[in-house]
């Protein structure tokens, strides 16, 4: 919302208008829900298979089969992270933001997920343990695991102060791509995507609506766990804003590492379960 000068007159049932009730738009009682108690049983059973140290200002690829959980967690000192999600085998298939804000809310918890982009629509990741799960909304209406920011990223940063930093959350994710799986800078690029951004305490102010942000509640210890319903190519970036609590997209906040670790389960544990399948529309639009 801008301030503009030649504000309208309100029509005289404008306060009328302003009274009418919201509607939820994606009332979630019909959406497929994961069987949680299921998902606890798996994990008892899981054990550690390997971990990925994420250094302070980087990214890096991580792989999760589809079964499996992957747990981030906080080391050292407060620190926000951006998380990307692909098919392993399909970089076309990438988390959905928008949409799982549309279907979940602002900020996600245990029981929600991580959905995947049109024309696949289906879950990617569930989430199944959030220690920073008691934060709830504060009195500014911010909330944590936020999926309405983007990404940090040098192109806002140029447009906005000229800047030229190659530190940003977007190209930790580029360069980690392009890493893992040795393609160049050119094709990674395209594939990184808004993220989840795990651990980041942010929200809209009541006032102007605009984005803000502010010191995450995490510390080291704190994790978000996930419950991997296909086999994914994870991309985590420890973001330049550290906890986010004054600036990002520079080297001046204090940043420290991100953990992944993740955990197999036996084979029999996963008998009768099987990854969900891509959304169920035909494709026709009518045609
Ligand atoms: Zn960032």
Same mark, same amino acid.
């Given at each position: 919302m801008s301030n503009v000068e030649n504000t309208p007159t309100p029509p005289a049932d404008a306060e009328a208008r302003r009274a009418v009730a919201p509607v939820i738009c994606?009332?979630?009682?019909?959406l497929p829900g994961p069987d949680l108690p299921w998902m606890q049983e798996v994990r008892n059973q899981a054990e550690k298979i390997g971990e990925t140290l994420i250094p302070a200002r980087e990214a890096r690829c991580f792989e999760v089969p589809a079964g499996h959980f992957f747990r981030i967690t906080s080391v050292e000192g407060p620190q926000v992270g951006d998380l990307n999600l692909w098919n392993l085998r399909d970089?076309?298939?990438?988390?959905y933001s928008g949409k799982t804000r549309a279907l979940h809310g602002t900020h996600l918890t245990v029981g929600e997920r991580m959905w995947s982009s049109f024309?696949?629509?289906?879950?990617?990741a569930t989430i199944t343990?959030?220690?920073?799960?008691?934060?709830? +909304?504060?009195?500014?209406?911010g909330s944590v695991h936020d999926v309405i920011g983007t990404r940090c990223d040098p192109y806002t940063g140029n447009l906005l102060s000229g800047t030229q930093y190659h530190h940003c959350c977007h190209s930790n994710l580029t360069r980690a791509l392009a890493d893992h799986l040795n393609i160049p800078l050119t094709e990674a690029e395209p594939a990184v995507h808004d993220v989840l951004n795990v651990f980041m305490c942010t929200g809209f102010t009541r006032d102007t609506g605009q984005y803000f942000m502010k010191a995450s509640p995490v510390r080291p210890g704190d994790h978000l766990e996930f419950f991997s319903e296909i086999d994914l190519l994870g991309g985590l970036s420890a973001c330049p804003?550290?906890?986010?609590s004054s600036e990002h997209s520079s080297d001046t906040a204090a940043c420290y590492p991100l953990l992944v670790e993740v955990f197999a389960p036996p084979?029999?544990?996963? +008998?009768?379960w099987q990854s969900p399948a891509p959304n169920g529309y035909d494709r026709s639009h009518g045609r």
């Open positions: 994606y009332p979630n009682d019909s970089l076309s298939e990438r988390f024309p696949f629509l289906r879950p990617m343990t959030d220690t920073l799960g008691w934060y709830g +909304i504060d009195e500014f209406g804003g550290g906890d986010c084979k029999e544990a996963l +008998i009768g």
